[in-house]
């Protein structure tokens, strides 16, 4: 009895390896992560687009070499998804027959704290904090003295 | 006692806390520079003119003319490169806003015409000690020539024209002057990149398709319909030449031609392909 209790634990154990294993060789693994797309669209002063306008794309880590290239569709429009690992100002540059520009694009740079730096190195404010609270410790003692 | 020596200690660290903040900011000199300059990373920042293969090579205009070029004087002066934040906008205009600045001193009338066929850009100027970093923009002003072969201009262009058996020897002078403000360099190679201890090129660069047009663009292209062509000029050729300033063009051109004409000197000036805000003063 306890052979065939066992054999039918084994039966189903291999089964459930088995069977399953069968079936998901006709599934799909679908894996997915989410970039952000920058999408430009050149033209020229006219309005009119920059139709299969060649497109250079400069990573902010490494201005003097193309990161990536490619050619704008028949709207002038290029799509690319820049590395979120390089925050900084990506350079998109659109030529066609000897004319073109340039566009700063700003990645992954908050722009906003980015401007509201002090300045001043770690050092610096470390040694002005000291000399504040030193001021307002020396103040405070004083009071206390006149008050005894 | 003890006041004293509080007073004291409380007294030097004031000073101490001037003297810290002092360091964090930077002062900029009469040349732009800022003056923490010598313990930043320098290298070498050429600057080149470039009338491109259209002055070296010669081109057919939209007219038909085959054009070659002797000379292209431009006189230039204030040339300054620009490490720009944020990157100047040439379509918007304005003053550039720079974290570092570099001014190539002097007067320099240069010839685009200099050299052979394959001949490089034209030299203008070096500066060895550059702050390193992207120079992504540059500013010059095209004025009159006070000495030199471009005396009393700021452009004159000499060559030949030919057409159907029919040869034109012109001079072209210009003596409106402009002042040209371009943002990064827009072509085949990244330039004004300059790294510690290297050298990098900022390039003036000018486009004489915008005057005379290309037989190789579409005659409908805005560069043609814009451009006066080579025909205006030559009808007014004696003897097979014709030698005008801008002066005598306004009296001696059809006033559509002048229009024209007028409309596109300014815009010769370019950073590679990009487009330059341009001032006449």
């Known amino acids: ?148 | 006692m003890k006041k004293i020596v509080s007073l004291a200690v409380a007294t030097l660290l004031m000073f101490l806390v001037f003297a810290i903040s002092g360091c964090g900011s930077s002062a900029t000199d009469e040349t732009g520079q800022q003056a923490q300059q010598g313990e930043q990373k320098t290298g070498t920042l050429q600057f080149t003119a470039n009338g491109e293969d259209f002055v070296r090579q010669g081109f057919v205009s939209k007219d038909g003319w085959a054009i070659n070029f002797d000379h292209v004087y431009v006189n230039l002066s204030d040339v300054t490169a620009y490490q720009s934040e944020p990157p100047y906008d040439a379509h918007v205009g304005g003053e550039v806003i720079a974290q570092n600045k570099v001014s190539l001193p002097g007067i320099h009338t240069v010839d685009l015409a200099q050299g052979d066929e394959n001949a490089a850009p034209i030299l203008v100027g070096k500066a060895g000690d550059a702050v390193a970093g992207h120079y992504n923009a540059v500013s010059w002003k095209m004025t009159r020539a006070a000495e030199g072969p471009a005396k009393g201009y700021s452009l004159v262009v000499t060559g030949t024209a030919e057409k159907e058996g029919q040869t034109v020897s012109f001079t072209i002078k210009d003596e409106q002057e402009y002042h040209y403000t371009g943002g990064d360099y827009v072509g085949d190679e990244r330039k004004g990149v300059l790294q510690e201890g290297g050298t990098a090129d900022v390039e003036m660069t000018f486009h004489f398709d915008h005057i005379f047009g290309d037989a190789d663009t579409p005659l409908e292209d805005e560069l043609n319909t814009g451009a006066p062509g080579f025909e205006p000029f030559a009808s007014l050729a004696q003897e097979g030449r014709v030698d005008v300033d801008m002066a005598a063009l306004e009296s001696m051109l059809a006033p559509a031609d002048l229009e024209k004409l007028q409309d596109m000197l300014p815009t010769l000036g370019h950073v590679g392909e990009g487009h330059c805000h341009v001032e006449k003063f």
Not at chain 1, 26 to 47: F, L, P, R, S
Request: with cysteine; hydrophobic share 45%; glycine share 10%.
């Open chain 1, 1 to 148: 009895m306890i052979n065939r209790i066992k054999l039918f634990v084994s039966i189903l154990a291999v089964s459930l390896l088995v069977w399953p294993a069968a079936a998901f060789a006709h599934g799909v693994d679908i894996n997915y992560q989410t970039k952000t797309a920058v999408e430009i669209e050149a033209k020229y002063d006219t309005g009119q687009p920059v139709s299969e306008g060649q497109v250079t794309v400069y990573a902010p880590d490494n201005p003097a070499k193309p990161w990536t290239t490619g050619k704008a569709d028949e709207n002038g429009r290029y799509i690319f998804t820049p590395d979120p690992a390089k925050p900084g100002t990506w350079d998109v540059q659109v030529r066609l027959a000897g004319h073109g520009g340039m566009v700063p694009v700003p990645v992954g740079v908050d722009s906003d704290v980015a401007a509201a730096g002090t300045g001043y190195t770690t050092m610096q404010i470390v040694l002005m904090s000291a000399c504040v609270i030193w001021g307002l410790v020396g103040t405070a003692l004083y009071f206390a003295r006149r008050k005894n």
